[in-house]
């Protein structure tokens, strides 16, 4: 019995070898040997995964391979590969991977950043273009720059809660702009399901997290059954959760626009605009991945900021004197000074390269065959875009582990600023499946990191003796990349700042 199965191994293991080395001419992208049966299973990383994939770029190329249970996994690690693919070739490249966890157990495919391309897809995008395009976000900048204002109040008030009162303060300016709902108690709640939520996804963007996307007939093993619930209760914990957030705001802004008390907002700005329109479902999910998905990315930069100021106290010192001699100290930063913050916004610009916060993005699926640059890419493989990696190019971002804001300025020594800026796009994503909620993001990671720039000085937290503690900049580089915890202070620049937070605008 023991010598059959034996066989039987060896050949499935000549089979999965013949299949990636077959010598018809077709020439698969380097990358880890594979085992029998399971291929490169244990090759992919549980954690820190952008980092583990830059390492094998790093070992075998900008294009890696790998194969998991009779499925291939293709990683890009450079911009000219991910810009033929994703966006020269998009067409063949912009589906998402089937799920069988998100989209039948969590019930989250109404998130369009999960749906593959179609007329769903195209009509909700059109639909998110129109409101949050960076020509009309004009009509969203007051209430934008009031959330900035009011979250250094918060954070004067109580320095030592700065974390969650910045999470805090994404949370209610893209709840503003979304629904122009103000964070009470009860809105809080919905922020606390939406942020389980995400923290599910998270987990089950990582391929290969759950036994049931490779074998989607474990679906219907009962909950009763699985010791603790497992996979079944944490998928119905997630799509309970998601409904909620996803309903209570939009149900509150329905009932605003009857009354005739709606604020303009995403969500009351569509449902005018198309009247009676019998895909009520489609403003409704596009309004929940605004806030989903915008959510997260703008608090993992302005912690990923904070950091930043702690590790490079000469960063902060420049753009405070910036920040001095352009708004001066008798008001807070607005959206009219922007243009003449060259320097803050090239912060902005490295807060978001030196740690990317998805920095392998949501993987692609290819539809077809294809070859690139003599390699067989098979129909059907899971193409995953390291954003990290083209970030972090040495040969365009010199020392790219350093912060260093002068990289994005027009008179930097050394620096092709063409190349440094064509790489930084990468960011946001490439080809179809670009963020569309970018200028959103980036105009409100402005106000609110210049405000609190403007009043305050951030160093780092003091030890039981009263030292600094030396903090080593480091992060997740998961699916979403957040700084790992770290100790900080953060104190008015004056005496002037309390009079200042108590009179401005």
Same mark, same amino acid.
């Given at each position: 019995?023991?010598?059959?199965?034996?066989?039987?191994?060896?050949?499935?293991?000549?089979?999965?070898?013949?299949?990636?080395?077959?010598?018809?001419?077709?020439?698969?992208?380097?990358?880890?040997?594979?085992?029998?049966?399971?291929?490169?299973?244990?090759?992919?990383?549980?954690?820190?995964?952008?980092?583990?994939?830059?390492?094998?770029?790093?070992?075998?190329?900008?294009?890696?391979?790998?194969?998991?249970?009779?499925?291939?996994?293709?990683?890009?690690?450079?911009?000219?590969?991910?810009?033929?693919? %994703?966006?020269?070739?998009?067409?063949?490249?912009?589906?998402?991977?089937?799920?069988?966890?998100?989209?039948?157990?969590?019930?989250?495919?109404?998130?369009?950043?999960?749906?593959?391309?179609?007329?769903?897809?195209?009509?909700?995008?059109?639909?998110?273009?129109?409101?949050?395009?960076?020509?009309?976000?004009?009509?969203?900048?007051?209430?934008?720059?009031?959330?900035?204002?009011?979250?250094?109040?918060?954070?004067?008030?109580?320095?030592?809660?700065?974390?969650?009162?910045?999470?805090?303060?994404?949370?209610?300016?893209?709840?503003?702009?979304?629904?122009?709902?103000?964070?009470?108690?009860?809105?809080?709640?919905?922020?606390?399901?939406?942020?389980?939520?995400?923290?599910?996804?998270?987990?089950?963007?990582?391929?290969?997290?759950?036994?049931?996307?490779?074998?989607?007939?474990?679906?219907?093993?009962?909950?009763?059954?699985?010791?603790?619930?497992?996979?079944?209760?944490?998928?119905?914990?997630?799509?309970?959760?998601?409904?909620?957030?996803?309903?209570?705001? %939009?149900?509150?802004?329905?009932?605003?626009?009857?009354?005739?008390?709606?604020?303009?907002?995403?969500?009351?700005?569509?449902?005018?605009?198309?009247?009676?329109? =019998?895909?009520?479902?489609?403003?409704?999910?596009?309004?929940?991945?605004?806030?989903?998905?915008?959510?997260?990315?703008?608090?993992?930069?302005?912690?990923?900021?904070?950091?930043?100021?702690?590790?490079?106290?000469?960063?902060?010192?420049?753009?405070?004197?910036?920040?001095?001699?352009?708004?001066?100290?008798?008001?807070?930063?607005?959206?009219?000074?922007?243009?003449?913050?060259?320097?803050?916004?090239?912060?902005?610009?490295?807060?978001?390269?030196?740690? =990317?916060?998805?920095?392998?993005?949501?993987?692609?699926?290819?539809?077809?065959?294809?070859?690139?640059?003599?390699?067989?890419?098979?129909?059907?493989?899971?193409?995953?875009?390291?954003?990290?990696?083209?970030?972090?190019?040495?040969?365009?971002?010199?020392?790219?582990?350093?912060?260093?804001?002068?990289?994005?300025?027009?008179?930097?020594?050394?620096?092709?600023?063409?190349?440094?800026?064509?790489?930084?796009?990468?960011?946001?994503?490439?080809?179809?499946?670009?963020?569309?909620?970018?200028?959103?993001?980036?105009?409100?990671?402005?106000?609110?990191?210049?405000?609190?720039?403007?009043?305050?000085?951030?160093?780092?937290?003091?030890?039981?003796?009263?030292?600094?503690?030396?903090?080593?900049?480091?992060?997740? %580089?998961?699916?979403?990349?957040?700084?790992?915890?770290?100790?900080?202070?953060?104190?008015?620049?004056?005496?002037?700042?309390?009079?200042?937070?108590?009179?401005?605008?």
């Amino acid at each position: 019995m023991y010598i059959l199965c034996l066989q039987i191994l060896i050949c499935l293991g000549a089979l999965v070898w013949y299949r990636r080395n077959s010598t018809s001419g077709l020439r698969m992208p380097p990358g880890p040997p594979p085992l029998p049966i399971v291929g490169n299973l244990l090759d992919i990383p549980r954690k820190r995964e952008a980092y583990a994939y830059s390492a094998m770029a790093d070992k075998y190329g900008d294009i890696v391979h790998l194969s998991v249970l009779n499925k291939n996994v293709i990683v890009v690690g450079s911009l000219q590969a991910l810009t033929e693919l %994703f966006s020269k070739r998009s067409a063949n490249y912009s589906n998402r991977p089937y799920s069988t966890m998100i989209y039948k157990l969590m019930d989250l495919e109404w998130i369009f950043a999960f749906q593959s391309c179609g007329d769903i897809w195209r009509n909700q995008r059109k639909l998110f273009h129109s409101q949050f395009q960076e020509s009309v976000l004009h009509e969203f900048r007051p209430l934008q720059a009031n959330a900035a204002h009011d979250v250094v109040r918060r954070i004067m008030e109580t320095p030592n809660l700065l974390f969650q009162h910045l999470h805090m303060h994404t949370a209610n300016s893209l709840m503003g702009v979304t629904y122009a709902m103000e964070m009470t108690a009860r809105n809080c709640n919905i922020v606390t399901m939406a942020d389980e939520v995400i923290m599910a996804w998270s987990k089950v963007a990582v391929h290969g997290s759950y036994l049931v996307d490779a074998l989607p007939i474990l679906r219907f093993i009962p909950e009763w059954l699985i010791p603790g619930g497992g996979f079944k209760k944490e998928a119905r914990e997630c799509k309970e959760k998601a409904i909620q957030a996803r309903n209570l705001p %939009f149900d509150t802004v329905l009932a605003e626009i009857v009354q005739g008390t709606a604020r303009p907002s995403f969500v009351s700005n569509s449902l005018t605009q198309l009247g009676s329109c =019998p895909e009520i479902h489609l403003i409704k999910a596009c309004a929940g991945t605004a806030y989903f998905a915008g959510t997260e990315a703008i608090s993992i930069s302005l912690s990923t900021f904070i950091l930043a100021m702690v590790a490079y106290p000469d960063v902060q010192a420049k753009a405070q004197r910036e920040l001095d001699d352009i708004v001066g100290k008798a008001r807070l930063p607005n959206f009219d000074d922007q243009q003449s913050l060259p320097y803050v916004n090239a912060i902005i610009k490295e807060v978001l390269r030196w740690n =990317p916060p998805a920095p392998l993005a949501i993987p692609h699926t290819s539809i077809n065959v294809d070859h690139y640059e003599g390699y067989h890419l098979p129909a059907g493989s899971i193409v995953i875009g390291n954003l990290w990696k083209i970030l972090h190019n040495p040969e365009v971002y010199a020392e790219p582990l350093c912060f260093n804001p002068e990289r994005f300025m027009p008179d930097a020594e050394g620096s092709d600023l063409t190349a440094v800026l064509s790489n930084f796009e990468a960011v946001y994503g490439v080809g179809r499946r670009i963020c569309p909620g970018r200028f959103v993001a980036v105009a409100q990671l402005f106000v609110t990191i210049a405000s609190i720039l403007s009043v305050f000085d951030i160093r780092p937290g003091l030890d039981e003796d009263g030292k600094p503690i030396h903090v080593e900049p480091d992060f997740t %580089f998961g699916v979403a990349s957040h700084p790992l915890p770290f100790k900080c202070s953060i104190a008015p620049r004056g005496d002037y700042v309390r009079q200042l937070l108590n009179t401005d605008d």
